[in-house]
């Protein structure tokens, strides 16, 4: 019996040994053939691997930029601008997603006939078409049919909105740090306070009105900056100005570029239609059994709505829904196709076209996407630990 | 505490308070109506801002005077029910009434009433609405792609070939039915790409870069779905596996491809992937692009096949272990036919998203649907067309795509009922 047993151990590790050992086998192959392959190549062409070209001149302009940038700045700086805007495309489009997902998905259970079946179309209709058509139409269709910078749409005379973009007013601060400081202050004294009034509540029973309490110190303290830490904002609005007889343009203020506008339309109302579908999968998730049980010991309706089934459903809502803002934020490398300058443009694609480096570049756009979307399923497994129903 | 008493309707001030509610609601329709038709205003007499927002007074007023809970009116209940449960309901119901009184008419007219249809040229479209004739012309294009119009019936004959293996898998007994599959998945395919490629057997040749349109986009959607589909169930079994060096390699391999956009995937496949190569070989660009794909599809295909695995019972491993089964017997007998079966709607959403991504393809400088109406709007006898020609590529793409999402939405209500 024994020696059965050690025989068919044996034969049991060599089978388990053999598949493995071929696979490795065959990824080393697999990876020493393309790496022969591609050094051969890249002698050909006369180029050697390495980074270094990141630190040359790029010598190439971009029509949108967050941080300083033109032509005598690096590779890198490039990398880094577009980086940026990809961030801030994903930031603007996951916001306003967000928004208009949890309104329409809320929507869906109305009783209102009418708005469960208008947000159920808005569903139907927008998941539907291809995200790239859907930035095709925004940016050749529809926002090209804006009037022309002589006739802009005029928002109340501090915004315009016409072919070449959106102009709205900016900022200028004076002592912007100082107001910086005081939201960031806020923000620490408000979880304080949050933290020491769930533990009167956990602990006496006692209620606090937290949601106004927290709202009036984050509105307090910033203003007492502007009353008596010398912050002040004025704006600049932009102004139309002649060039020639018959060319205008806005002058100051801030230009949000159409092609911005058109992604981040498309982005959000695209992802709007998943984050509605998971809201109210969420909802719909929290059986009705704890609403009634809720009541039942007396709570109020928003009371049960805030302590009973956001909590639960919210554990329903989360894990897809931060799946949907990863989408959204590899969605947005759509971006090349109207020339939005996000990172596959910038990057991938002219910094391609002038280096050649194709091997490095687009290691790189992946590795940043890569460790994008890393990051955050190590948060959403994080989170997931964390919302877990502890059992006791 | 002083309460404000308020007129409130009930049932037996019913045959007053609802003649007035009605009379109301009907003055705020017709008002609106009145304004976004025949640009009449009725209340004009009335400050600018007032009459902006009289229909809604008015619609407001009508529908709480019609809001009488258990009237003994069937219908005024169902009304109330659905449309008119508090005031925040009513408004909202009016907001929705109004904005389609106001929006509908103008959508209707541009997209059939003032539209053109007849003709060849743009000159013709003189209506103001639109311009269906652009559509019509390039009909062919946006189908068929560059590809040569005497040969279209090749892929005509592709197309209906495939139907016909398909629908037929649904007839033959069940004893052949596996041939069938096999035939399908392995053989067809390339009998498919020859007669479209053509080349032998005295089919003229035509180059990948003519291909395009529609039925391009079908051609990439339907061999990436055919081949993402073994891969996808090797990378799930592997990712389960209990050998270390095969779960890590695939785990890595499907969150390589499962963290990066489609879009690049496809820039590697076009100025990366020729570089691995040796000099002087060169892929097809059609083939390049579905290798991308497949393998992209394959590691999301992989995720949901493993989702099936997943939520299969022990015991059926078990069970099969027992009747000394190997591991791939057991696999392809018992474990996966019931695993798959639970993922099918999964499969439909992996397709659906694989179709959706198809015109992606343009980064290679592959044209299907929406390439084509790019390539369209910017001839010069045809500009302005933009909107006419996107307006058709997401009509067609929206009838695939919510078909097939209606198709899988019944399965899933068909399987999950059997489950029960």
């Not at chain 1, 808005?122 to 998941?127: D, G, L, M, Q, W």
């Not at chain 1, 002649?242 to 343009?249: E, I």
């Not at chain 1, 009541?295 to 909590?311: D, E, W, Y």
Request: hydrophobic share 50%; net charge positive; glycine share 6%.
């Amino acid at each position: 019996m024994n020696f059965k047993n050690f025989k068919f151990d044996l034969s049991n590790k060599n089978k388990n040994l053999i598949p493995q050992v071929l696979t490795v086998l065959f990824i080393l192959l697999l990876v020493i053939y393309f790496t022969i392959n591609a050094q051969n190549n890249m002698g050909n062409r006369g180029i050697s691997f390495g980074f270094g070209f990141l630190s040359q001149e790029s010598s190439f302009d971009i029509t949108f930029s967050l941080i300083d940038y033109d032509g005598s700045h690096s590779y890198a700086r490039a990398f880094l601008v577009g980086l940026l805007n990809t961030i801030l495309v994903s930031v603007i489009g996951i916001f306003f997603a967000t928004i208009l997902g949890v309104t329409v998905g809320i929507s869906r259970l109305s009783q209102n006939y009418l708005i469960a079946k208008t947000a159920e179309w808005y569903v139907e209709i927008f998941r539907n078409i291809p995200l790239i058509l859907q930035i095709f139409f925004w940016y050749f269709a529809a926002l090209r049919a804006l009037p022309l910078t002589i006739d802009s749409i005029n928002f109340y005379d501090i915004s315009f909105l016409n072919v070449k973009g959106w102009y709205v007013p900016k900022f200028l601060w004076t002592n912007f740090s100082l107001f910086l400081y005081s939201i960031i202050f806020a923000i620490i004294i408000v979880i304080f306070f949050l933290r020491y009034a769930k533990k009167q509540r956990d602990e006496f029973g006692k209620q606090f009105p937290t949601f106004y309490i927290s709202l009036a110190i984050l509105f307090i303290l910033p203003t007492l900056t502007f009353l008596i830490g010398g912050v002040s904002l004025t704006f600049e609005i932009p102004e139309l100005t002649q060039l020639s007889k018959t060319v205008y343009v806005y002058k100051g203020g801030v230009s949000i570029i159409p092609e911005l506008i058109a992604l981040a339309l498309a982005l959000s109302m695209y992802t709007a239609t998943f984050i509605a579908e998971n809201v109210r999968a969420g909802i719909l998730g929290v059986s009705k059994g704890q609403k009634e049980a809720a009541a039942s010991i007396g709570l109020t309706k928003g009371q049960i709505l805030k302590l009973v089934v956001m909590p639960q459903a919210l554990r329903i809502i989360i894990p897809p829904t931060t799946n949907q803002y990863l989408n959204l934020t590899k969605n947005s490398s759509l971006a090349a196709a109207i020339a939005y300058p996000d990172i596959v443009l910038v990057f991938a694609g002219t910094a391609l076209m002038q280096t050649g480096r194709a091997i490095e570049i687009i290691s790189i756009t992946m590795l940043t996407y890569l460790s994008l979307s890393l990051s955050i399923s190590v948060f959403m497994n994080w989170y997931n630990k964390k919302m877990a129903i502890r059992e006791k | 505490m002083m309460k404000i008493a308020y007129f409130k309707p009930n049932k037996d001030n019913l045959k007053s308070t609802l003649p007035v509610g009605i009379f109301l609601i009907s003055m705020g329709l017709i008002d609106i109506i009145l304004n976004s038709l025949f640009n009449f205003n009725l209340t004009s007499f009335l400050p600018e801002k007032i009459s902006f927002i009289a229909p809604l007074i008015f619609g407001a007023l009508g529908l709480y005077l019609i809001r009488i809970e258990f009237s003994g009116n069937k219908l005024l209940d169902k009304i109330n029910k659905n449309f008119n449960s508090s005031s925040f309901n009513a408004i909202l119901t009016l907001l929705v009434i109004f904005a389609l009184i106001k929006y509908v008419p103008p959508l209707l007219n541009w997209f059939i009433f003032d539209a053109d249809f007849i003709g060849n040229k743009k000159e013709d479209c003189t209506s103001g609405g639109a311009c269906w004739v652009f559509v019509k012309v390039w009909f062919n294009r946006f189908v068929y792609g560059m590809y040569p119009d005497a040969e279209q019936w090749r892929i005509n004959s592709a197309f209906i070939m495939l139907f016909l293996l398909v629908g037929a898998s649904f007839f033959v007994p069940s004893k052949y039915k596996k041939y069938l599959l096999i035939f399908l998945v392995f053989v067809y395919p390339f009998i498919g790409l020859k007669l479209i490629s053509g080349g032998d057997f005295g089919l003229k040749y035509v180059e990948t870069g003519a291909w395009g349109g529609l039925s391009l986009t079908f051609i990439v959607s339907a061999f990436a779905l055919i081949l993402c589909f073994p891969i996808g169930m090797l990378l799930a079994l592997g990712r389960r596996s209990n050998l270390p060096a095969i779960r890590y390699s695939s785990i890595g391999f499907i969150e390589l491809w499962r963290g990066v956009p489609l879009i690049t995937v496809l820039f590697m496949s076009a100025v990366m992937f020729p570089m691995f190569l040796p000099d002087g070989t060169y892929v097809d660009k059609l083939i390049r692009v579905l290798i991308a794909i497949t393998l992209f599809e394959a590691a999301y295909m992989a995720e949901v096949i493993r989702g099936g695995l997943q939520a299969l019972p022990k015991g059926q491993y078990e069970a099969a272990k027992s009747l000394g089964m190997g591991y791939w017997r057991m696999h392809f007998l018992i474990v996966l036919p019931q695993a798959l079966k639970l993922v099918i709607p999964g499969i439909a959403n992996t397709f659906l998203a694989l179709v959706k991504d198809t015109p992606l393809i343009f980064v290679v400088g592959l044209l299907e649907l929406a390439g084509m109406v790019n390539l369209a709007k910017t001839n010069p006898k045809w500009l302005g067309m933009a909107m006419e020609g996107y307006v058709f590529a997401g009509l067609v793409f929206w009838v695939i795509c919510y078909a097939m999402s209606r198709y899988s939405q019944n399965l899933e209500k068909k399987l999950s009922t059997e489950r029960q």
